[in-house]
């Protein structure tokens, strides 16, 4: 990004074009790069531990966002749903398909009680019960219990007492 604004600052004509081609290549090769990498180490995860990967529907997330100028700009060139393709695509050739659930509120729910607070910092607080999670934990605690709820899966019994381990540990926190 830098790199193309003093291109785009210091020089003209072709040789800016032509500049700018090769660096925007590179910058896209890089990224792709970053992303099969990440992909191929989620899916050689989700094989050894034999689990079902859940992901957030992403459709429309593009027009949700809004936050000012610079940081649309940023959060507009994020590859959302390119790595998502390169989970399922790396997964399908492992024997996996990865399911989507709509990530509305998602990390703003109470997972215990179900009411809904306001984005407040990185750990989550609920007004009703008192519960407190790491916001992230609680997204993904919420992603995998819409999965459950609107498709029910057999647990194998190690995932169904890791569960427990967890929920004991969050209701302790």
């Not at 492992?94 to 997972?111: H, I, L, Q, W, Y």
């Not at 990185?122 to 997204?139: E, I, L, Y």
């Amino acid at each position: 990004m830098r790199k193309r604004r003093s291109i785009q600052g210091e020089t003209s004509g072709k040789t800016r074009a032509g500049l700018l081609a090769k660096y925007s290549g590179r910058e896209e090769r890089r990224v792709n790069d970053v992303l099969h990498r990440a992909a191929k180490i989620v899916a050689g995860v989700v094989a050894e531990e034999n689990v079902k990967p859940v992901m957030e529907e992403l459709t429309h997330i593009r027009e949700r966002i809004r936050y000012g100028g610079v940081m649309n700009r940023r959060l507009h060139s994020i590859p959302f749903r390119r790595i998502q393709f390169y989970i399922s695509y790396k997964g399908m050739e492992r024997g996996f398909k990865p399911e989507t659930v709509d990530a509305k509120n998602t990390s703003r729910t109470c997972p215990m009680c179900g009411e809904i607070s306001k984005p407040n910092g990185h750990v989550f607080k609920c007004r009703r019960c008192g519960f407190q999670a790491d916001r992230h934990f609680v997204a993904a605690w919420n992603i995998a219990m819409k999965l459950l709820m609107c498709r029910p899966l057999p647990l194998a019994a190690k995932a169904t007492d890791e569960f427990k381990e967890v929920e004991r540990i969050v209701i302790k926190s």
